[in-house]
C-alpha cells in the first residue's frame, strides 16, 4: 500500500508550455513537504472550457480517460494544480454518479471506469493533510513583509456542491499557507472573481477590463504582487499585463506568482527549481527588499 | 449596429405568451440540464454577480425568463451564451439551487446545433481547441494559436506578446502527441457517429 500522501498527479496541457513554472514548482515543493506525485502515465487533455461548451459526454469521457488510467495506480487519489483540469475532472466524476450518464461516457470509452477515487487540488492537499502549522515549521527563508492579494479564481471552490473544499465565497486556504510562510495577506476582496478566462485570444476585451479590475483591486488594497493557483488568472494577469494596461490606460508593474513559487521561495529552494525567470512581471525587487529587511534585522 | 442596452431593452417588450411560446424547447432545456427552470423567480441574484453582464445583449436573468416563455429563437440566438465563461457564480448565489451555469452550457449546445453563431472567434477559438486535442491527445499552444489565426484571418491576434513570451522559452513548437492518440480519436469518432445516429 503507498503511502497516505501518495498521489496520482494529473499536469494538464498548459503545465507543458505557457504554465510551466506552475508545474516545475509545485513538484519541487511537494517534494519537499513529502508528498508523492506519481503522474498519470499516458494523461491526456481533460477538454477544458471547449468541451463541456460543445457537450457534456464528450467533456465527461475526455477526462474519465485519465480518470480510468489512475485506478489503476496505487494511489490516495487524483491531483492536479490546474483548476480548470479540477473542475472538468470533479464535474465528470459527479455527472458519472448518474447511472444513465456514466453508461453514455463509458460508450465512447474502450473501458468503463470505476469512479471511485477522490479528486482534489494540490493546494487541498498542501492545506488539508499538511496544514498550515506544519509548513511553517519548514520555512528557513520566510517572506517577512511580502503584500500579497491572494486570487482564487472562479472555479477552484465553485459551485461548492461539486468542489468541496473551503469558502465559496471567501476562500482563506491560500491565506493560510501564505501568511504561514511569513507574508502579509491584504483583505482582497475579488478572490473569486473571473479574470475573463479564455476570452484572451478570441475577445481580448472581457480579460483587459475584467482582469484590469482585479489588477486595480489589489493595487488599491496595498498589495505587492498578487498570488494565484490558477494557470489561466495567471496568464491573464501577467502575461496580458501590458494589454490591460494599455487597455485601460494604467500601469500596474503587479508580480503575479503562483502560491507554488512562494512556498518553494520560503522553503529555500532554488530560483531555479520554482523557475521564477519565467514571469513576465519581474518580481526580483520583491525579493531583494525581503533580503534587506532581513539584514537590517539580524543586525 | 444595434448596442447591448438597446436589445435588453426589446429583450423586456411584451411577448405574446401563447402564439409565441415554444413548450418543446423548454422541456428540451430542463430535460439536458435536469434544471427546473420554472423554480426561477425572477430575484436577479445572478445577473448581479454575473461579471459578464456588461458584455452580454441579454442579462442571464433574462435569458432565464425567456427560457421560461418558450422564446428559443431569441435565446438560441444571443451573444450571451457564448460568453458565459461557466465562472459559476450565478449557480451558487441562486437561492433555488438553480444550476444556472449548466442551463446556459446547454443553449450554448442547443445553438451549435441550431447553427447560430453571434460571436465566431470565440465559436473558432473552441473549434480550434478541440480539434488540437483529437489530433494530439493534448493541446499544443502553439499550434492552436496558428490554427485560430488561420481561420479566422485574424493573424497578429497577441503578436504584441510575442517579445515577452518568445524569450521565456515557455511556448513549445512541437506537439506532445500521447502514446493513445488512437483512443482519443476514438473517444471523437464514437462521440460524432451517436450525436450523427
Known sequence: MSSSLTFAYYPGCSGQ?????????????????????????????????????????????????????????????????????????KVASHRMRDEQFKEKVDDLLNEPCRNDLPIMSVLQVIYEKLGPKALAAKVTNPLKGLKLAPYYGCIMNRPPEVMDFDDCENPVAMDHLMEAVGAEVMPFPLKVECCGASFGVARNDVVTKLSGKLLDVAADCGAAAMVTACPLCQMNLDMR??????????????????????????????????????????????????????????? | ???????????????????????????????????????????????????????????????????????????????????????????????????????????????RRAGKNPEPQVKTFCDSFLASVKRHGRVFEAGLMASYMTKTGRILTDADLAPKVLPKGKLGFTPHNIVGKKEITEIFQRYNAEKNS
Open chain 2, 1 to 111: 449596429m444595434q448596442t447591448g442596452k438597446a436589445k435588453r431593452i426589446k429583450a423586456m417588450e411584451t411577448i405574446h405568451v401563447n402564439s409565441s411560446c415554444d413548450e418543446a424547447f423548454i422541456h428540451a432545456v430542463e430535460n439536458e440540464s435536469g434544471e427546473n427552470v420554472s423554480l426561477c423567480y425572477q430575484c436577479g441574484n445572478c445577473t448581479a454577480g454575473c461579471p459578464y453582464t456588461d458584455f452580454y445583449d441579454i442579462p442571464v436573468s433574462q435569458i432565464m425568463r425567456l427560457v421560461q416563455m418558450g422564446q428559443r429563437e431569441t435565446v438560441l440566438s444571443c451573444r450571451s451564451i457564448w460568453l458565459c465563461a461557466t465562472c459559476e457564480s450565478c449557480t451558487t448565489r441562486c437561492p433555488n439551487n438553480i444550476d444556472v451555469a449548466t442551463v446556459m452550457d446547454v443553449l450554448r449546445h442547443m445553438a
Open chain 1, 241 to 299: 499585463q501590458d494589454q490591460i494596461n494599455r487597455a485601460n490606460k494604467s500601469s500596474h508593474k503587479m508580480a503575479v506568482f503562483y502560491y507554488t513559487q512562494l512556498i518553494g521561495k520560503a522553503l529555500g529552494l532554488s530560483d531555479a527549481s520554482l523557475m521564477l525567470d519565467k514571469l513576465c512581471v519581474d518580481p526580483g525587487h520583491l525579493f531583494r527588499e525581503i533580503e534587506t529587511a532581513r539584514t537590517a534585522d539580524a543586525v
Open chain 1, 17 to 89: 508550455g505557457t504554465s510551466i513554472e506552475y508545474d516545475k514548482s509545485t513538484r519541487a515543493v511537494c517534494k519537499a513537504l513529502g508528498i508523492e506525485l506519481v503522474d498519470i502515465p499516458d494523461w491526456s487533455c481533460c477538454g477544458s472550457s471547449p468541451a463541456h461548451t460543445v457537450d457534456h459526454i464528450l467533456s465527461a469521457a475526455l477526462s474519465a480517460r485519465n480518470i480510468l488510467q489512475a485506478e489503476d495506480m496505487d494511489v490516495q487519489g487524483i491531483i492536479t494544480p490546474c483548476p480548470s483540469c479540477l473542475t472538468n475532472l
